[in-house]
């Protein structure tokens, strides 16, 4: 390994770089999601059964032990619950927008090593290229076969290694951003019927949650 990253030449320290850097992009993402981990239903039907009972404080307490994003458009809407409709799901929608903003922190890093890793790559091998044909100018010699393939050889380790990040790259970003738009579909869900919940009086049952649409599915 150290070998091929000599052979590489000094383009293979910022392709290293962008590798470690995805890599962290994306171990720093699935931990956060982890730790945000939400169950939206389970969230509606504790606020509903307080509010039956015409206990906001129990409702707010029932808020603080929902984790994640759920948790603080729920606090968001039981705070803004004696306001104008209109006004509730402005609050409810400025705050799931900070979340949104939250939970794609850091993809652009992701996006521009998917981006550039391919480039340096290919700066590397023409950087390879013009070195190795600089060598064969000045020392006729050493213009062999074997000799002008070992080293054409060595500048395309360079791209290789930038597709190779990229691809990975491009997976691992796939993966993210398919977990956090399950992640935004469920707060936008959650939106709605909260908003349902505190103006209309709705019931959990009566409303579309994602359970029973995962179930149907």
Not at 29 to 46: K, V
Not at 147 to 158: C, D, F, R, V
Request: net charge neutral; aromatic share 4%; hydrophobic share 50%.
């Amino acid at each position: 390994m150290v070998d091929v990253l000599v052979k590489g030449g000094p383009v293979m320290i910022p392709l290293v770089i962008c590798s470690i850097a995805a890599l962290a992009v994306v171990f720093e993402r699935i931990l956060y999601l982890r730790r945000t981990s939400q169950d939206p239903d389970r969230a509606l039907r504790l606020i509903a059964l307080a509010l039956e009972r015409d206990r906001m404080v129990d409702a707010v307490a029932a808020v603080h032990k929902v984790k994640g994003q759920i948790g603080t458009l729920a606090a968001t809407a039981l705070a803004s619950a004696n306001r104008p409709r209109e006004q509730v799901e402005v609050e409810v929608r400025m705050a799931g927008e900070r979340e949104v903003y939250f939970l794609e922190r850091r993809l652009p890093t992701l996006e521009m090593v998917i981006s550039i890793a391919p480039l340096l790559g290919l700066l590397g091998t023409v950087l390879g290229l013009i070195k190795n044909f600089n060598v064969l100018a000045t020392s006729p010699q050493l213009l062999e076969a074997g000799a002008l393939s070992e080293g054409i050889a060595e500048a395309l380790i360079t791209t290789a290694a930038g597709l190779s990040i990229a691809v990975g790259a491009y997976m691992l970003y796939v993966f993210i951003t398919g977990a956090v738009d399950r992640r935004i579909r469920e707060m936008n869900e959650f939106a709605t019927n909260i908003v349902k919940l505190l103006m209309e009086g709705v019931q959990p049952y009566e409303l579309s949650l994602s359970k029973d649409r995962t179930e149907e599915a």
